[in-house]
């Protein structure tokens, strides 16, 4: 039994769910998939996955053992890629998690020309705003906003977000327009608040105008962790809320959301990406944040100076 082969036709069955598409993805055939897993499992002394006649389900020993493969054949993937020949043309897997709005508005229209440039490169996009632990999820890099404060991260700063305040127009029928910042804080009016996962806090809202400074907590009618959800719950006209200009934009064009406040200016939001200290930045992971930083600029280039030190809590 070649062990590398039958690790990756094992992790291979995981990721797909079945023996036959695994096989399919790998070019074998369907019984050599199934050998190569038998094989192993007879080596380990251990069932590592469960297998019926219409679902095949990782046991908890397997779980375990797929992440620790994951590793493994990524450093073997990364000392073949760190080859001269094989720098100038990067490939292998790539786990990336970035916050919803950011993959659906920016960067998965932009992954054709990525995928144009690196055809090798294999990239599965985790798609969330909560806090991801890179190491024991196997994890290359996460795109974060706000600032960053975990030290055992290395993060680039490439990006600062303008950010504004918006309502829907059903909201601003109700609960009428404001004229000034401060009166978001009266009793008939509310905000949607969208709260950092690693901290729970309600991500505050400080604008400023001609040496005036106000900061806004307003009174949440909804508070949630989830960048789609907070667009859908200001469009449905629960509150103001405040948000980063590039997600508001199509929303604004059709009339669901009105900007509010034109004349004050809020603090950006800087953006990052954010991989392990210890983690080796393999030529793929190299090539895809330098493309992704480039694609950040088009949208949202550095404006202020980037904070000192290191971090990006995910």
């Known amino acids: 039994m070649d062990r590398f082969d039958a690790m990756q036709a094992f992790a291979r069955v995981v990721e797909t769910g079945s023996f036959t598409k695994a096989a399919d993805t790998l070019h074998l055939s369907k019984t050599t998939v199934t050998q190569l897993v038998q094989q192993l499992e007879a080596r380990l002394r251990v069932k590592l996955l469960h297998r019926t006649t ?10 375990a053992y797929y992440e620790r493969v994951l590793r493994l054949l990524a450093d073997m993937d990364d000392a073949e890629t760190s080859l001269s020949c094989a720098v100038a043309s990067p490939r292998g897997r790539l786990r990336v998690d970035v916050p919803s709005p950011f993959a659906s508005m920016i960067l998965v229209p932009a992954l054709p020309t990525f995928h144009a440039k690196y055809p090798d490169i294999q990239l599965y996009l985790g798609v969330s705003d909560r806090v ?15 600032e960053i404060t975990n030290l055992s991260l290395v993060a680039r700063h490439a990006a600062d ?32 608040g969208f709260a950092w996962s690693r901290t729970r806090r309600v991500f505050p809202c400080t604008l400023r105008r001609d040496g005036e400074s106000i900061d806004v907590q307003g009174r949440p009618a909804l508070v949630v962790d989830d960048g789609n959800a907070y667009i859908a719950a200001g469009i449905a006209g629960i509150g103001a809320l405040w948000m980063p200009s590039y997600m508001a934009q199509t929303y604004v064009a059709r009339g669901e959301l009105i900007p509010l406040f ?6 950006p939001m800087p953006m990052y990406i954010a991989f392990p200290q210890n983690r080796h930045i393999s030529a793929k992971l190299r090539v895809f944040i330098d493309w992704l930083v480039e694609l950040m600029a088009q949208h949202a280039p550095v404006v202020s100076r980037p904070p000192l030190g290191i971090g990006a809590d995910s």
């Open 54 to 63: 219409r679902k095949v389900n990782v046991t908890p020993d397997g779980a």
């Open 132 to 146: 991801v632990d890179l190491i024991d999820e196997n994890v290359d890099c996460v795109v974060r906003g706000g």
């Open 161 to 192: 977000l303008p950010l504004a305040v918006y309502a829907a127009p059903s909201y601003l029928a109700q609960a009428g327009r404001p004229d000034h910042p401060s009166e978001l804080e009266l009793p008939h009016h509310h905000i949607v």
């Open 262 to 267: 034109s004349d004050w200016q809020l603090d």
